[in-house]
């Protein structure tokens, strides 16, 4: 009888979490459900960027913004940072930094804190680690026998998302956004190495490591990761897709947003889903739907993974991925620059050495599809034990290049579709 009893009171208290569909924001109707995931690195002078956030939250002097956080180091230096950029830069109408982070996580289940962010019209996850974010503001509280209650604070936020309150973040901010599993952090030398873990390793620290139950679920089909170019984190998403794709959250596309960059859905989670591309760089879009991994070798090998990288302008419909090219850009077949594609020795090395230029595989690849003589080219680890090769081909469907001409290879707005992807250990 007691358990009974304890069962009813649960059953009561969830049902009076259960409330009327939210009101509809005035922007709902134009936009939809939509988030504005950015890269990390985000420049204060990036107004397009920042802009569009406050845009989708209403726009100027009536956005109501809610800060989070709760993935920083020092929350409440963030919060400061924030404010003001959103309050006498952008013109929101108002912020409100939300006062939970792993330290203060009671917070979730404080009516006033609950009320004030039914108030906002967008939200904005900072960055820092995203790992904290989540272990900061749980979707679910557990009880014994299974039941369970949804968090008023993530409840809250999630049913304003729902309403049209623009879900924006940046660096830790957007990798914790996904409903599929959520990467942690690594290396792609090691992710090719050693594989994905889900717990840290002292010993090694650039280990790939992942959380299998996933992030917000704000964005679903899709592994999110950020400062992706500019850090060479092509290899480490490729290889966590693939190691995960067998997994109850797991997916076969992946999502990495550079520096400076946000992919902007509109309509998200209808079969309108679109995203566009803005900011300074790209997007990479990784689909390991039709790959293959050869078991019988020593080392990880990998092949026919399709990789995707949109530029400015460009958009990518989510559910049935039809890309469209800014009109911006031209086709780059027929109007080529150079003779050869380039290659490279240190594949995943990013832009560290040359932090102006192209970053080591967006050079690769952008240089196949300017390249009158050649249709495939390859880069090599700079780690060896063993080196990793990673061999790209345009001979294949699809394949097409398109192009921005700025003043050089290196300024050039350069995107693509259907590039293949191989990736094994170096002859």
């Not at 272990?135 to 299974?146: A, G, N, V």
């Not at 899709?222 to 400062?227: A, E, R, S, W």
């Not at 946000?262 to 209808?270: C, D, I, Y």
């Not at 530029?311 to 049935?320: A, E, R, S, V």
Request: aromatic share 10%; with cysteine.
């Amino acid at each position: 009888m007691a358990v009974l009893c304890v069962l009813l009171l649960l059953s009561v208290a969830h049902a009076l979490l259960i409330e009327v569909e939210h009101v509809k924001l005035p922007q709902y109707h134009t936009y939809g459900k939509n988030l504005v995931l950015a890269g990390g690195h985000l420049d204060v002078d990036n107004t397009e960027i920042y802009k569009t956030i406050v845009e989708l939250a209403g726009g100027e002097n009536y956005a109501k913004i809610g800060i989070v956080t709760a993935g920083s180091a020092d929350p409440a230096d963030s919060c400061n940072y924030y404010s003001d950029l959103f309050l006498h830069r952008y013109k929101a109408l108002s912020v409100y930094c939300i006062p939970i982070d792993v330290n203060h996580t009671s917070n979730n289940f404080n009516d006033t804190i609950v009320e004030k962010i039914k108030q906002q019209t967008g939200f904005f996850f900072g960055g820092g680690d995203q790992q904290r974010i989540i272990d900061s503001l749980p979707l679910y509280r557990y009880y014994f026998l299974m039941a369970t209650i949804r968090v008023p604070v993530m409840k809250a936020i999630t049913d304003l998302f729902d309403a049209g309150a623009v879900i924006a973040g940046t660096s830790a901010g957007t990798a914790c956004q996904s409903s599929a599993v959520m990467i942690r952090g690594g290396m792609s030398w090691d992710a090719l190495r050693y594989g994905a873990f889900q717990s840290e390793n002292n010993d090694h620290p650039d280990d790939l490591i992942y959380n299998k139950h996933g992030g917000l679920r704000m964005l679903h089909g899709f592994i999110l990761d950020t400062h992706f170019s500019q850090r060479g984190r092509e290899g480490r998403l490729i290889r966590l897709l693939s190691d995960t794709r067998h997994l109850y959250n797991g997916v076969d596309w992946g999502i990495g947003v550079d520096e400076n960059t946000a992919l902007v859905v509109r309509h998200a989670g209808t079969s309108q889903a679109e995203g566009e591309i803005i900011g300074e760089n790209g997007v990479f879009f990784a689909d390991v739907s039709n790959s293959h991994v050869d078991n019988s070798t020593k080392y990880f090998s990998i092949d026919n993974v399709m990789v995707h990288y949109l530029t400015h302008g460009d958009k990518i419909f989510l559910q049935n991925k039809t890309i469209k090219f800014s009109p911006t850009k031209s086709q780059m077949k027929g109007h080529e620059n150079y003779d050869h594609a380039l290659t490279t020795q240190d594949i995943f090395g990013g832009n560290r050495r040359h932090p102006t230029q192209k970053s080591e595989f967006t050079r690769v690849a952008t240089s196949i599809f300017d390249s009158r003589l050649e249709t495939s080219s390859y880069g090599d680890t700079y780690e060896n034990n063993p080196r990793f090769r990673v061999t790209m081909s345009r001979a294949v469907a699809g394949a097409v290049g398109f192009v921005e001409r700025k003043h050089s290879f290196h300024t050039d707005i350069t995107s693509y579709r259907n590039l293949h992807v191989k990736i094994d250990s170096s002859p």
